[in-house]
């Protein structure tokens, strides 16, 4: 399995396997058939609600398929609670306790990656990096890191003196570059993760509930006979959810793509038996539209 080293000693699988809007009575079913697919990266997080699920198929991939705890790469991440939604600001002793709630619904002693959800409540983001960095003291996470922060967030915690995120998962794909935060993230040795990497996809998120910023202009887009991926799909011949994967471990990205289809979880595995051409990538290069539309509220890396 092709890793990226985050920080001494860790090192994260490029092909990970995403479960966000899996509810968690098929958590289980859908990890496992994830594993059995070869994904060793499973990516889960408190605001889920499907950490025992997927705590469920990790024991039976323990029994079943013969692996190790080393063979598997756990992310989960602290819900770091949001007042303006009605929620108190996780401290950091709610945030210590709170991983230690996951690792009981995860049936773990410790994760491999450990992130906070969202920059929300200034005043509460250094307490709860405070206790993740803790917790990593503690063993009970590997690394840490944050996920939609901005460089502002991170220059707080910089300028806090204390250390920096081993990563940042935040939405990208071609239609969301982020070349500065992206050209920030690699100058400060923090690795970019990709989340909803199959945005440009017509068929990305269209279940009823599944809310989104995407235009119909974008579905449109998508859905054309001419759209570039198509064509890149049936000159590589993949799916055009392989290209969109491959673009992004091409740019050094580790990549969460879910689904509950075996075929699609199989199909999505299947990124490292061609490369995408220098000619593409730089086609791919100028088709960046800016901000995400992954997160309901708007691109959360601008939360105040």
Avoid: C
């Avoid at 985050?6 to 490029?14: K, R, S």
Wanted: glycine share 10%; hydrophobic share 40%; proline share 6%.
């Amino acid at each position: 399995m092709k890793t990226r080293t985050l920080t001494a000693g860790v090192e994260i699988p490029y092909l990970g396997f995403g479960t966000y809007l899996i509810a968690d009575g098929e958590a289980a079913a859908a990890v496992s058939e994830a594993i059995r697919a070869g994904y060793r990266h499973i990516d889960t997080a408190e605001g889920y609600g499907n950490e025992s699920g997927v705590g469920a198929a990790i024991r039976q991939a323990f029994e079943s398929e013969g692996l190790a705890r080393s063979d598997l790469f756990v992310t989960t991440k602290l819900w770091p609670g949001n007042p303006a939604w009605g929620q108190p600001a996780k401290t950091t002793e709610s945030t210590v306790t709170s991983l230690e709630q996951s690792l009981g619904r995860l049936g773990l002693d410790h994760v491999d990656l450990y992130l906070i959800h969202a920059p929300f409540e200034r005043d509460k983001r250094l307490a709860q990096w405070r206790g993740l960095v803790e917790l990593k003291r503690q063993g009970k996470a590997r690394a840490i890191g944050v996920s939609n922060f901005s460089i502002q967030h991170i220059e707080e915690l910089k300028a806090a003196g204390l250390p920096l995120p081993d990563a940042n998962q935040i939405e990208l794909h071609p239609w969301s570059q982020k070349p500065e935060l992206v050209g920030y993230l690699n100058d400060h040795a923090i690795t970019p993760i990709a989340y909803s990497s199959l945005i440009p996809l017509a068929t990305w998120r269209v279940a009823e509930g599944q809310r989104s910023a995407k235009t119909d202009q974008m579905r449109a887009d998508g859905e054309r006979s001419d759209a570039p991926f198509k064509g890149m799909a049936k000159k590589y011949g993949v799916s055009e959810a392989q290209v969109l994967l491959r673009w992004a471990i091409q740019k050094g990205y580790p990549v969460l793509p879910k689904s509950t289809k075996p075929d699609r979880i199989r199909k999505n595995a299947d990124i490292f038996g061609f490369s995408i051409d220098d000619e593409d990538m730089a086609s791919i290069e100028q088709m960046d539209r800016g901000d995400g539309v992954a997160w309901p509220m708007g691109d959360p890396t601008k939360a105040p």
